[in-house]
């Protein structure tokens, strides 16, 4: 069995590998000549690299054309929300081109591959409370061009299932996080923030945004495991939420992190760290998903947080 993982260098990526491998399949992943490498170093020797430009047709046909993968994890893109406001074309073009080009590469050489694509919870947006917790069937209230990006890319798996079969699975997964998550991601920058602090190499201030929005916070090694199961057991052209089911403030969050840690802090707002606006509410119902695949998180909180701790204070 062969998987082929879309941005295998990155966050997720990294450890969709690590998951497989230990699954006993074939591994190769898309890169991108300016991509970092360090997060799939210790897999060097595993999995085998291809360049390809997502955004351009001819580099993705050649690749699946050469590759013909049973299973593909689709999780290159661009994936803060607060670059998509700074280049909302740039995030729109690649999230919805780089998808556009994979699905149609499939369907000319006519695989059977099932395709799992990473569509977010950012795509419900703006949520009442009441609304709470939120099921694949709330309406979509799109706050930033990031989540508009993931709504096409969501309505993209759709559509090219009902028009030409493709056996494409929709996750939507909620924030998520821990080993590697990339700094500029609220844990991970705050996790850094507290390490460069206990390092000295940081005046023992905090900078933040917004710490009133609730997340709900999944470990990334129960999500990759989660991508697996969506395409093992679930139903193709299916929508499923992938999410812990509890929510905490961004502060609460912070609270946590703290509490594994001496540092005594005082947190200060970052008028450059708000948001033109902020989804307010987070917190997934993943029944759906849970019936379809036995999934359901395994990893607590605390764990995650202390891991991602862990992860900062190792690196140089
Ligand atoms: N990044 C960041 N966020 C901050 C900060 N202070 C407060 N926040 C708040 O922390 C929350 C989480 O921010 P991010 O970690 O940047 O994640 P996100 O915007 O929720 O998006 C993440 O989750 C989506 C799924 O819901 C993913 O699709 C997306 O790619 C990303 O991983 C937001 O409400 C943000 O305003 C800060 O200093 N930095």
Known sequence: MKALVTGISGFVGSHMAEFLLRQGVEVVGTIRNRSRMDHISHLRQEIRLAECELRDPFSVETLIGRERPDL?????????VPTSWNS???????????????????????LPAKIQIACSS???????????????????????????????????????????????VRTITFNHTGPRRGENFVTSNF????????????????HVGNLEAKRDFTDVRDVVRGYWLALEKGQP???????SGTCCTIAEMLNTLLSFSNVSIEVQTDPSRLRPSDVQILLGDYRKFQEATGWKPEIPFQRTMEDLLQYWRSQP
């Open 237 to 243: 052209g299916e929508n499923y939420n992938i999410a």
């Open 88 to 110: 909302p074309i740039d995030t729109i073009h690649n999230n919805v081109a780089g998808q556009v080009n994979l699905f149609e590469a499939v369907r000319r050489f006519e």
């Open 122 to 168: 950012e795509e419900y947006g703006q949520v009442e409370p009441e609304e709470t917790p939120i099921r694949e069937t709330n309406p979509l209230r799109p706050l930033s061009p990031y989540a508009i990006s993931k709504v096409a890319q969501d309505y993209l798996g759709y559509q090219y299932h009902r028009s030409y079969g493709l056996h494409v």
């Open 191 to 206: 996790a850094k923030q507290i390490v460069d602090i206990e390092k000295g190499r940081k005046a023992p201030v905090i």
């Open 72 to 80: 593909i994890f689709h999780l290159a893109a661009q994936s803060f």
